[in-house]
């Protein structure tokens, strides 16, 4: 396990996603320990692609998104970019 955890810290690196303070270090930690994100408002799913290489392909992400049109739109460029560690959740967030 712990190779695939360098491999989230190196990706989340490689993608801008600077760790500093202490909420950035538990949010590190978390990634860390459970591979996993909950992301509300995926939009085009630029953010969520992110998120999904810095769990690495043993972490999973979910993402919620309100419009079914935005949740189109990213479930296509996940296809695009092969990523398979993303669930979206369409509809609101306070019921998902």
């Known amino acids: 396990m712990k190779t695939s ?3 989230a810290l190196a990706s989340a690196s490689s993608l801008g996603l600077v760790f500093s303070g202490l909420r950035d270090f538990v949010i590190q ?3 860390l320990i459970y591979l996993t994100v909950l992301e509300i408002g995926t939009f085009i799913g630029f953010s969520t692609m992110g998120w999904s290489s810095a769990v690495g392909p043993d972490g999973h992400v979910t993402a919620l998104e309100f419009s079914p049109e935005y949740a189109a739109i990213a479930k ?3 296809a695009k970019n092969g990523i398979k560690n993303v669930d979206i ?3 609101d967030a306070t019921e998902s």
């Open 5 to 7: 955890l360098h491999t």
């Open 29 to 31: 930690e978390f990634l």
């Open 76 to 78: 296509e460029a996940f």
């Open 89 to 91: 959740v369409v509809g």
